[in-house]
């Protein structure tokens, strides 16, 4: 068996018997869709005159995926090189690649498969998401997405050395960006200088590829552009992320 082969299928099994972690990956986008859901069920954006559902649902699933990818990572490499398995690990001929693709497929299955759940759940009657034709467009966004914020999970990772810093360093990144990005409201109700902050924000760019994909808001160059903005955000991070990495908290 490979080094990745066994890497990728010890961190799957740990994913399945960690239940509770499992179950509030997918649940907590789920909740802020029935509370946002509940609350602006039947209105339009005044600004757009579209519904609310169109706006709310992809930005929230876009911010659910990023934030399991950030957390996901970034709690594994803490726990590992606490535990000293990081430098176990290099002591092997394991290179560093192996261990982040090993976490990358991980990320991008539960990924897909959260963006399935919440599109279904979205679906429903009493949600009423209107998917598009051009729906398969999400899931290149999704991909570049996760590669995007894996990437900078790797950097809380990286640079957290407690569940508390990693819990407190992802969340001043993920939370203001989930407001800041359209995630919560639409971009339409935001001044213009609002707009301006956000273009620096790589979950604008995979909230505008999911949104223009799943509602067909938009023409097909901004989904584009969004691809093209995330695969520039994974070049940076991941570059940041590899050139930063510790195998150990003694180094």
């Not at 579209?50 to 706006?55: G, L, Q």
């Not at 398969?136 to 991909?143: A, D, E, K, N, R």
Request: proline letters at 6%; aromatic letters at 12%; hydrophobic letters at 55%.
């Amino acid at each position: 068996m490979s080094a990745y082969t066994a890497l990728t299928t010890a961190g799957y099994r740990a994913q399945v018997r960690d239940k509770a972690t499992l179950f509030f990956t997918f649940a907590f986008p789920l909740l802020f869709l029935v509370v946002f859901g509940l609350i602006f069920s039947g209105k339009d954006v005044e600004q757009s005159g579209r519904p609310y559902i169109s706006y709310i649902a992809p930005g929230v699933m876009s911010w659910g995926v990023a934030n399991a990818a950030v957390f996901g990572i970034a709690f594994t490499l803490m726990q590992w090189r606490r535990d000293d398995l990081l430098r176990l690990v290099r002591l092997t001929p394991t290179p560093l690649t192996t261990v982040l693709a090993s976490r990358y497929v991980l990320a991008l299955g539960v990924g897909v498969a959260q963006a399935a759940v919440f599109v279904g759940v979205a679906m429903l009657p009493g949600f009423g998401l209107a998917v598009d034709g051009r729906w398969p467009l999400l899931l290149p966004g999704l991909v570049l997405g996760i590669t995007a914020f894996l990437a900078i999970g790797v950097i809380v990772g990286t640079y957290a050395n407690t569940p508390e810093a990693v819990a407190a360093i992802a969340n001043c990144l993920m939370v203001p960006m989930a407001f800041l990005s359209g995630s919560f409201l639409p971009m339409d109700m935001m001044p213009g200088w609002l707009r301006s902050v956000s273009l620096v924000l790589p979950l604008r760019y995979l909230n505008d590829a999911a949104s223009g994909a799943l509602t067909g808001r938009g023409p097909l160059t901004d989904i584009w552009t969004g691809w093209a903005a995330l695969l520039g955000f994974a070049v940076l991070f991941g570059a940041i992320g590899l050139k930063t990495f510790r195998w150990s908290n003694r180094t």
